[in-house]
């Protein structure tokens, strides 16, 4: 620990990537219980269209804040120099990699995660994806000592959440990363007071939120209704949830916002159309689809998609 007028404050080294990371990270930063020793993310990759090299969110905040930066491929790699840091906390939120032994173990006061689910529930790569694809009403904040079995350590912290009707994969990341931002803040806090306590998992509760493949996006027509628009929602924005309304052969769709509705005829049909955009058929209901995105183009809404594709009743759609 470093002394900061009459407190110690703890050397972290932070582990994050994404969003939720940056927010965590951005807390760290303002406690007055916490320095940030060291920050490791990911390698640049190529993103969009010309497949240009693109930070993630974590190297870009710390990069600009003028932190120590290390982009490993693997973990190891940094083993000697995080040593030489010598750091007393270590945090990880978003990260996406599994952490060896050798730098789990290297802070004195070990290594926490900041995980968004209600542990033990929905451990895992897509917590978040996967509660709204399973129509959950509540999820939260956990924050736990990070142990060789994934997300399976003793519970320090944790903060529910309810997730709303209207919640997709990105506004419920938004909020968990703002709720993470202030829960890691109380946690630094009862570390440098040394205050912190931990409870066992119940690990017959365990549940897993595995990552996604671009084929669980496609959509299943003989599903229910309200699966569909579930996963619509935890999809978002990959790989998304997409059809053929054309075929197999034909280009593919993309729904990024839908609603179930009161009709009912073959799965894959279409059953409805109006103002809001076609409706069709389920397994159980139908979902109409509100906003959508044809391969290559823009997200538009279900009536300009059905105004430009000339989109009919009884049309089957795969």
Known sequence: MTQSGETDRLRVVFWGAGRLGRAVLQSILKSKAAEVAAVVTKP??????????????????????????????????????????????????????????????LPHLGTINVHPSLLPRYRGAAPVQWALANGEKETGISILFVTPEM?????????????????????????????AAGAIERVLNDFARGKVAAVPQDHSKATFAPRLTKEQGRIDWRRPAIEIRNRIRGFQPWPGCYCYPHGPRGPLLHIR????????????????????????????????????QPAGRRVMTGWEYVLGHHVAKGDRWE
């Open 151 to 179: 997300d399976a350590g003793d519970i320090i912290l944790q903060e529910r959440m309810p997730i709303d009707d209207d919640d997709d994969a990105v506004s419920l990341s938004e909020k968990l990363a703002h709720q």
């Open 44 to 105: 640049d990759k190529p993103a969009g269209r010309h497949r240009k090299l693109r930070a993630c969110p974590v190297k870009e905040f710390a990069t600009a804040s003028r932190l120590e930066v290390f982009t490993p491929r693997n973990p190891c790699e940094i083993e000697e120099q995080l040593r030489r840091i010598g750091p007393d906390l270590g945090v990880v939120a978003d990260y996406g990699s599994y952490l060896p032994a050798a730098v789990v173990e």
């Open 257 to 292: 916002s839908a609603a179930v509705v009161p009709f009912s005829g073959a799965p894959g049909e279409v059953v409805d159309i109006n103002r809001e955009g076609p409706a069709i058929a389920a397994g159980e209901g139908a979902v109409r689809l509100l906003k959508v």
